[in-house]
């Protein structure tokens, strides 16, 4: 049966020829994905494989060369990049365009939604505690279309779905948002790792998600490669 595998991971800024970075890039890849988002990574984290776009450098703290909060990797070339979105969005966070893939052609916006502390101890230090984040949903949702179709949503949501730690009125903020326009396939505890997790991957219901698959962050020494896990899906 035809069918896409799409996967988000967060590198913690693993510089791209590191020893941690090296077993990442070899776990995502492993899978045969055709859609990758990564947060938290170097522009060259994949090399010369596959094709790559991405956010704005600039996303309010100190500039590191090479650095994106977040980016978008695909067999096949992109088109119609959007490196904006919406005006609300805060900058730096945001990638989208849309890609071929074996279910045809697919939407891909890639986030890293703000957490709670963004820019409130560090960074400009101009917001309260959840500032940022709402504003970025708010932002998120002017830009999906009301009825979306052959679009997906995924990379660091910041929240664990159902809510765990974040506010009532976050967990709120974020279903009518995102999740109520599309569906989410990494809710609940992740399989074959037991935790919730943060990075989400979100799609329209014209699409079909398979289970989800995780993606160790422990190294071949017992290490963590990062302070996230990823995960996977197989969409239809």
Not at 35 to 64: R, S
Request: aromatic fraction near 8%; glycine fraction near 10%; charge should be negative.
């Amino acid at each position: 049966m035809t069918g896409s595998t799409v996967a988000t991971f967060n590198c913690e800024w693993r510089l791209s020829a590191s020893p941690d970075a090296a077993v990442i890039r070899e776990r995502l890849l492993a899978s045969a994905p055709d859609i990758v988002c990564l947060t938290e990574a170097y522009h060259d984290f994949f090399g010369g494989i596959g094709h790559v776009i991405d956010a704005v450098p600039d996303y309010g703290y100190p500039l590191i060369e090479g650095r994106r909060k977040v980016l978008l990797w695909s067999r096949n070339p992109w088109r119609e990049v959007d490196v904006v979105g919406h005006q609300g969005l805060p900058p730096g966070r945001f990638v989208a365009g849309v890609t071929e893939t074996p279910v045809g052609d697919i939407h891909a916006v890639g986030v890293c939604i703000p957490w709670a502390q963004a820019h409130v101890g560090s960074g400009r230090r101009d917001r309260t505690t959840w500032e940022d984040h709402l504003a970025y949903l708010d932002g998120l949702e002017a830009y999906l279309p009301e009825d979306p179709h052959s679009i997906i949503v995924l990379g660091d949501f910041n929240q664990r779905v159902p809510r765990r730690y974040q506010p009532q009125h976050i967990a709120a903020a974020l279903q009518r948002t995102v999740l109520g326009r599309l569906k989410l396939a990494t809710g609940g505890e992740i399989e074959g790792i037991g935790k919730q997790s943060i990075d989400h991957i979100c799609h329209s219901s014209d699409l079909t998600a398979g289970s989800v698959a995780a993606i160790s962050n422990i190294g071949p020494d017992n290490r963590l490669v990062s302070d996230h896990f990823g995960v996977s899906i197989r969409l239809s």
